[in-house]
């Protein structure tokens, strides 16, 4: 009888310490009440994406957190401000690894037992105009950093060029730069989540503004320095006395001068007033032109990218 006991005694703290065990390898990826804030900028628009953490909760019998999403913009062409609520995502820490919830599955999202020089493929993104919904980053640092007094594990990533999805804001094709990954607080230099790379113009969010929770504390992210919520900023240094666009109106040509921006400008591109792309460049030339002979006549829109900001300036095309 007592031998029974024994091993049914043993085998409820071996089931105990088996739960244990796999408890301490779940926990959340950031508390409740934690706010991340990015900056969006679109066609005709700009703004910013308000991530918080609304819960704690359970799926697949996995502890994780409910991420409520809200996205406020100004649209130029109409002159309106608009929110609207996004869809919740969901977040579990296992194993080192922030994982995200997508089309019924759990999906690794951050890999920081990754080793340098590692291929991570993440899978569970949308489909839409891309060959693929997978995105492939190549792991080129780690190590663990103070911030805001708390020790943070992080490691560097960048895209592989021909990845359909990725974190750098390039096209496929194009060299990537290098995005550091804190625990908590995910991607520093991008969004959270990959953005598409296959066409211009269509992600979902920017780069990261604002971070802050109770035990981190508030961390602002953007140079020049802004509130993490405001919509109609222009970067100090880059605004419309900063690029001479000339003539305007014009008739064959027209002429830019970016003058001390040009460093600064990453991609410049003309739409018509229907939205469609008209010209592209990456050059980072103090002075360009664009030969407008061969566009209708008409008002067009060009915008110029950097890395944190994007300006539009109308040029109107006349024939007479």
């Known amino acids: 009888m007592n ?23 779940t926990h959340e990826f950031a508390p409740v009440g934690a706010e991340w804030y990015y900056g969006t900028h679109e066609m005709f628009s700009r703004g910013y994406i308000k991530m918080h953490v609304e819960k704690d909760t359970i799926i697949d019998e996995l502890d994780c957190i409910k991420l409520g999403r809200e996205k406020y913009w100004y649209d130029y062409q109409f002159h309106e401000m608009h929110s609207m609520s996004m869809t919740p995502e969901f977040l579990a820490y296992v ?3 922030c994982m995200f919830f997508r089309n019924g ?6 890999d920081f037992s990754a080793e340098v020089g590692d291929t991570v493929t993440i899978n569970g993104l949308p489909d839409n105009a891309c060959m693929t919904n997978t995105c492939k980053v190549l792991i080129t640092g780690k190590g663990s950093e103070m911030v805001n007094g708390v020790l943070l594990k992080y490691f560097e990533m960048k895209d592989t060029q021909n990845s359909d999805w990725g974190w750098s804001g390039t096209i496929v094709g194009d ?3 290098i995005i550091r990954v804190y625990e908590r607080i995910g991607a520093v230099a991008s969004y959270f989540f990959p953005e598409q790379r296959c066409l211009f113009d269509y992600a979902e969010g920017g780069v990261l503004r604002c971070y802050e929770d109770k035990e981190i504390g508030y961390l602002n992210y953007t140079y020049p320095y802004t509130e993490c919520d405001f919509i109609t900023d222009v970067e100090e240094h880059f605004n419309e006395q900063s690029i001479m666009v000339y003539p305007n109106p014009c008739k064959e040509v027209v002429f830019m001068d970016f003058g001390d921006a040009y460093d600064k400008v990453r991609r410049l591109e003309v739409f018509d007033m229907m939205g469609s792309l008209m010209f592209t460049s990456t050059s980072d030339e103090k002075h360009f032109e664009i030969a407008m002979n061969q566009f209708a006549q008409g008002v067009y829109l060009l915008k110029a990218t950097t890395k944190r900001n994007t300006l539009f300036i109308t040029i109107i095309k006349n024939n007479n």
Request: proline residues 0%; aromatic residues 6%; glycine residues 2%.
């Open 95 to 97: 194993n080192d690894s």
């Open 175 to 177: 060299e990537t730069e």
């Open 105 to 110: 599955q759990w999906h690794k999202l951050y």
């Open 3 to 25: 031998n029974r006991i024994n091993l049914k005694g043993m085998s409820l703290l071996l089931l105990l310490v088996v739960s244990a065990m796999a408890k301490a390898q």
